[in-house]
C-alpha cells in the first residue's frame, strides 16, 4: 500500500478509536513499526472548511516528536 488519504464532511465532532492492528500490513525492511499502539482521533469543526484535530496515545511507554503530531 501506498500513501493514502480520505476527504469527508465533518458536521459535528467526530471521535475514531485507532487501535493497531498486528499483521495487516506486511512488514518492510528497514522500516520501524511500532508493535502495539492504542490512540484516539478527535476531529472538531471549526469554521469554513477547517477542522481542528487532535490526536491522543494512550501509549505510557511511546514518545512523539512534535513531527509526528503536527
Known amino acids: ?5 480520505i476527504r469527508g464532511h465533518i ?29 484516539k482521533w478527535v476531529i472538531l469543526p471549526v469554521g469554513n472548511d477547517r477542522v481542528k484535530v487532535t490526536y491522543f496515545s494512550t501509549n505510557r511507554s511511546m514518545r512523539c516528536s512534535t513531527g509526528m503530531v503536527n
Open 1 to 5: 500500500m501506498g500513501s493514502r488519504d
Open 11 to 39: 458536521i459535528k465532532v467526530s471521535t475514531v478509536d485507532a487501535p493497531s492492528v498486528a499483521g495487516l500490513v506486511p512488514e518492510k525492511d528497514n522500516i520501524f513499526r511500532i508493535p502495539e499502539s492504542k490512540g
